[in-house]
């Protein structure tokens, strides 16, 4: 069946471009797209109109870096829960942590929840394996079965390896075998039991805070032993104005390297926290400012390469505690295009840059086909009204936990359909 996608603003984030056009799909792949009127629609193959009204058509969001609680925590959320989610903000592929308990570090758990994701959810699925044994750090996990398991890359999420020769050892091997490693910049001892990031107002609050140059050793530290191995190395999060230059030199030193920040660091700051509340609690630890700008602007110069929700779900019981004590992370799948939307409303960046960030680079960057506007590519897609006002209520997200800090804030721009494979999975039949 063709289905054609008419009338509608297209965001191309390979030529950073917006223009008022047509996509033909057929068999789950993007097969034209006509930047002049469309006069007869029986023209073409008999199938489905889509009037797109004017709203924006995109490349469907890769988020890079999700938490989905299957095995282990499937109350917090399950594959079908989180795929719900994704569908109706418009992430169109889930790259899962493999933070999940167990850890997925065997090819045999791998394979479990590649079989699980594929059945339970509307939205693709892939998976990162751990890059060490339970994550603990202390013996490299087989990165070649897992590779040849489906594991899309390897990190151990925020479980820094503190083991300096562990980590060389399992870049060393990851890089014969052209893997993926994501890392956590992060100095584990400096980083312990912190809650907020050092400053007036951490101490006013009397929480217990982190140093933002923990940051920058951590990074220095992982780049050291990337100039050492050669391998291929994606930083999940920069959130520190002090973590830009390193970065910046290492690229143009020809480094492999590519880096990341999460939603939440680029719109909201240090004072969000407020009174104690516990869904501004992330990790790492929400930022001053002047690292939010500073970040902001590197992710529109391009130096910071990917967005990512950093989708982390948590149960009531564990974000109704005293600050310090409280879980980290929040949920993102629904309100990532909402708040990311934010960025382009103040003028930080235009659409094809911000989705150029969250589905063109993450694509590029696992070698995968989506994230473009263009003819031969997989009709994953997303129609949105970026101009659409609401105001969030928790309870109405699709996640099965409700941790989201946008809870009651005024809101704008909104889904109106969801297309994986050029199968419609949100805003209307399929």
């Known amino acids: 069946m063709t289905t054609l996608l ?12 917006e223009t008022l056009g047509t996509l033909v799909v057929a068999d789950g792949k993007i097969t034209e797209i006509l930047t002049q009127p469309v006069e007869k629609a029986d023209t073409f193959p008999a199938g489905k109109v889509v009037d797109c009204e004017g709203r924006c058509l995109a490349p469907g969001i890769v988020d890079l870096g999700v938490k989905i609680g299957e095995p282990g925590e499937r109350h917090k959320e399950s594959f079908r829960s989180a795929g719900l989610a994704a569908a109706a903000g418009g992430v169109t592929t889930i790259i899962a942590r493999p933070d999940t308990n167990p850890a997925i570090d065997t090819p045999e758990v791998l394979e479990f929840v590649t079989r699980r994701a594929a059945e339970a959810s509307p939205v693709r699925i892939r998976h990162m394996a751990a890059l060490t044994k339970g994550r603990q750090g202390r013996e490299m996990t087989e990165i070649g079965f897992l590779l040849d398991a489906g594991a899309i890359a390897f990190t151990d999420c925020d479980h820094v390896v503190c083991d300096t020769k562990v980590l060389s050892r399992a870049l060393t091997y990851a890089k014969s075998l052209g893997a993926l490693v994501m890392g956590h910049p992060q100095e584990p001892g400096l980083s312990q039991g912190a809650a907020t990031t050092s400053g007036k107002f951490a101490s006013l609050r009397g929480l217990p805070a982190v140093s933002p140059m923990a940051e920058r050793i951590g990074f ?15 930083f999940d999060q920069i959130t520190t104005a002090r973590a830009l230059p390193p970065l910046e030199r290492a690229k143009r030193n020809g480094f492999d390297v590519t880096a990341g920040t999460s939603i939440h660091h680029l719109t909201l700051n240090e004072f969000d926290v407020g009174d104690y509340r516990t869904f501004f609690k992330v990790k790492p630890p929400l930022r001053s400012e002047d ?6 602007e590197a992710v529109a110069s391009g130096l910071i390469d990917i967005i990512s929700s950093m989708h982390t779900p948590q149960d009531e019981e564990s974000k109704r505690l005293p600050y310090e004590e409280a879980a980290s992370g929040a949920v993102a799948l629904e309100t990532f295009l909402p708040a990311a939307l934010r960025l382009h409303h103040a003028g930080h960046m235009t659409l094809p840059q911000l989705f150029r960030a969250m589905a063109l680079n993450p694509a590029r960057r696992l070698g995968l086909p989506q994230g473009r506007l263009a003819v031969g590519a997989p009709a994953d897609l997303v129609l949105f009204d970026p101009d659409a006002p609401f105001v969030l209520d928790r309870f109405k997200l699709r996640s099965k936990s409700k941790n989201t800090p946008f809870d009651g804030q005024r809101m704008e721009g909104r889904v109106i359909g969801t297309w994986v494979g050029g199968v419609r999975v949100f805003g209307g039949e399929a």
């Open 220 to 234: 220095d530290r992982d780049m050291g032993l990337i100039e050492m191995t050669g391998v291929r190395y994606h």
């Open 291 to 296: 690292d939010r700008l500073a970040t902001v």
């Open 6 to 17: 008419t009338n509608a603003r297209l965001i191309d984030p390979e030529a950073l471009t």
